[in-house]
Every structure is written in C-alpha cells, then in structure tokens.
C-alpha cells in the first residue's frame, strides 16, 4: 500500500518568514493533494497536482510536484498568523475495482509567531 | 453557498448505545466518504458511496453502517459494535468517484464516550 511522510511534523515560524513542508511517498504519485485542516475542523482543499514537474500556487502558498513524481513540496512565501494550521498530503491510489482512495499524510503542524 | 453539512458538532455515546451522525451536501457530488480521524494517524476510511443506493465498505468497517438514500445525504451509524469510537469524524465529497478528483470536506463530528 502506498504511504505518505510529511517533514516536519511540526514548524514554528516567525511571522514573515519563508518554510517548506514536504510529502514524500513511497509510490509514484498520480495525483496529490494539498490540504489546510485548522483544529477541530474540516479540511480545506488547497490544490492538486498531476504531473511531474507541476507548480501551481494560491495568493502566497505555492506547491510542486517533482519530476520522478514521488515527492512534493509546499512552500509558504512570508508566513502569516492565518497560515497556521496542519496542513496535509493526500495521494490517489488505484484498486483494482477502479476506485480512487486517497492515502493522508499525518500532517504537518505550522505555528506563526507574530 | 454551496458545501457539506456534519451535525451534530459534538456527540456522546453511552455505552451500548448507537449513535447517527448526519452528513449533507448541496454540491450535486455523486460521490461521498467518511473519515475517521484520530490523534498521531492519518485519516481513515471507513465507507464510501460513488452512487445512490451502492456503498463500500473502506479500510475500518468494521462497527459502522451506512445509507445512501438520497444523493445529498450520507449518514454514518456507529453501533455498540464499535469497542472504540472516540475520534473525529469527517465527511466529504467529491464530483464523481474515481482519481484526480478533489474531495471537499464537512466541518467533522467529535464523539466522545460518556
């Protein structure tokens, strides 16, 4: 089965600095998703990507998907108070009925200091 | 606007006893899932419905039952079978069942045990 490890599990930033959340898996992805949980919350879908070498980004989050497709990156340009939160990867992983299951990363949990 | 509804935000379970917790989506998804999150692990599936009236079970059935009535609404039943169900539960839905296709997520239901 296909599993996701994201580094660092946790991260506290100062307000105003640049960090990088990674997800790696241990198949090649075909589809991954980001995803911003705030706790005691739902998830709030940031975005997929598909192919290798893939870079979309949203106001100041930007997030990649690399070549060989195994790892993605999420990076956050001058973090806010409002970044905080855990954010998660999720995978596709196809069974042999067709289905699409999605395989979550623990998550990773950004503090932001003002 | 447009989302998923989890009610209620908070439950207890007695013991023995089998709780319904409600799920409902405005989004026209043809698709739905539940999730049960818990502590230090990932999210878990425990059942999805690509269609009305069909459903599967996911990793974790074991303890829960489901419906699919209705297109909009996909209600998760855990019963006294389930030894521990202390956790956050998280419904979500996507356009159709199948890979890269974004699941967007309810506010979640906590369940406690009294």
């Known amino acids: 089965s296909q599993e996701l490890e994201q580094s660092p599990q946790s991260l506290i930033v100062q307000e105003g600095k640049n960090l990088t959340i990674n997800c790696t898996s241990s198949k090649t992805l075909y589809g991954l998703y980001w995803y911003k949980q705030k706790y005691g919350e739902g998830l709030i879908f940031l975005m997929m990507l598909q192919k290798g070498g893939e870079e979309k980004s949203h106001e100041k989050i930007t997030a990649k998907l690399d070549e060989k497709k195994q790892q993605s990156s999420l990076h956050i340009t001058a973090s806010q108070p409002s970044h905080a939160g855990i954010y998660l990867c999720g995978a596709d992983t196809m069974n042999s009925g067709g289905y699409q299951k999605v395989t979550f990363g623990i998550g990773t949990k950004l503090q932001v200091i003002p | 606007d447009g989302g998923i509804t989890q009610s209620p935000k908070y439950l207890f379970r007695k013991e023995g006893q089998n709780v319904t917790l409600s799920c409902e989506q405005n989004?026209?998804?043809?698709?739905m899932y539940w999730y049960r999150q818990d502590p230090g692990q990932g999210l878990r599936l425990i059942y999805y419905s690509q269609i009305v009236n069909d459903f599967q079970k996911g990793d974790i059935a074991e303890g829960y039952s489901v419906s699919r009535e209705k297109k909009e609404s996909f209600p998760l039943t855990v019963t006294s079978a389930q030894k521990n169900p202390t956790a956050f539960y998280l419904c979500?839905?996507?356009?159709?069942?199948?890979?890269?296709?974004?699941?967007?997520f309810g506010d979640g239901t906590r369940l406690s045990i009294l």
């Open positions: 979500a839905s996507s356009m159709f069942g199948g890979s890269n296709q974004p699941q967007h």
């Open positions: 989004l026209n998804h043809d698709a």
